[in-house]
T-cell receptor
Framework: NAGVMQNPRHLVRRRGQEARLRCSPM?????VYWYRQLPEEGLKFMVY????????ESGMPKERFSAEFPKEGPSILRIQQVVRGDSAAYFC??????????????FGSGTQLSVL | SQKIEQNSEALNIQEGKTATLTCNYT??????LQWYRQDPGRGPVFLLL?????KEKRKERLKVTFDTTLKQSLFHITASQPADSATYLC????????????FGKGTTLSVSS
């Protein structure tokens, strides 16, 4: 049973380009969370999605960032017109239920985004 | 807003000793608390969950306590090994306004042989 799959593991972009990060949750999991982690910082929540729905995007910057979790295929975190400050590790996590029901999170290995 | 604090400094101990990590929180009364382990370049891995009505939880060499009066959880690793070296994160459920787990910054543990 494969775990949470994220790709690519490393992504290098120049300022102004678009970054597209993919996440396939564990089989049977319909809840997907995206977190961002900077060096010496904790994991910061960005967005929570269920199939075809954005449930909570309160942690995501209002501009340039978007996320989707289509009916078929992986969840996508898209960053348009990247800037150096977007350089970070982006982690995706999935769960079979919600945080309100004591569900633990299963994390992928992350995508390290570097903006030149 | 809810706040989580973990020992900001790294913890260095010798093999065989007990490591104790602290997680304090404020402005909140969580129904449970979780602990994760994160290795460099990897995502966090779930270790233990303890509920507000549980004082203590054990799993092999791991022990977690939860003091809702002090608003604190302690995470113990007994008979520590170099393989236990990692960053340990505590996480709280969201308050009524949120939907996702909130993580502390983590404490880095280094066990030397």
């Amino acid at each position: 049973n494969a775990g949470v799959m994220q790709n690519p593991r490393h992504l290098v972009r120049r300022r102004g380009q678009e970054a597209r990060l993919r996440c396939s949750p564990m089989k049977g999991h319909s809840h997907v969370y995206w977190y961002r982690q900077l060096p010496e910082e904790g994991l910061k929540f960005m967005v929570y999605l269920q199939k075809e729905n954005i449930i909570d995007e309160s942690g995501m910057p209002k501009e340039r960032f978007s996320a989707e979790f289509p009916k078929e295929g992986p969840s996508i975190l898209r960053i348009q017109q990247v800037v150096r400050g977007d350089s970070a590790a982006y982690f995706c996590a999935s769960s079979p239920g919600t945080a309100a029901t004591n569900e633990k999170l299963f994390f992928g290995s992350g995508t390290q985004l570097s903006v030149l | 807003s809810q706040k989580i604090e973990q020992n900001s400094e790294a913890l260095n101990i010798q093999e065989g000793k007990t490591a104790t990590l602290t997680c304090n929180y404020t402005n909140y009364s969580p129904a449970y608390l979780q602990w994760y382990r994160q290795d460099p370049g990897r995502g966090p891995v779930f270790l233990l969950l303890i509920r507000e009505n549980e004082k203590e939880k054990r799993k092999e060499r791991l022990k977690v306590t939860f003091d809702t009066t002090l608003k604190q959880s302690l995470f113990h690793i007994t008979a520590s090994q170099p393989a236990d070296s990692a960053t340990y994160l505590c996480a709280l459920p969201p308050n009524q306004a949120g939907t996702a787990l909130i993580f502390g910054k983590g404490t880095t543990l280094s066990v030397s042989s």
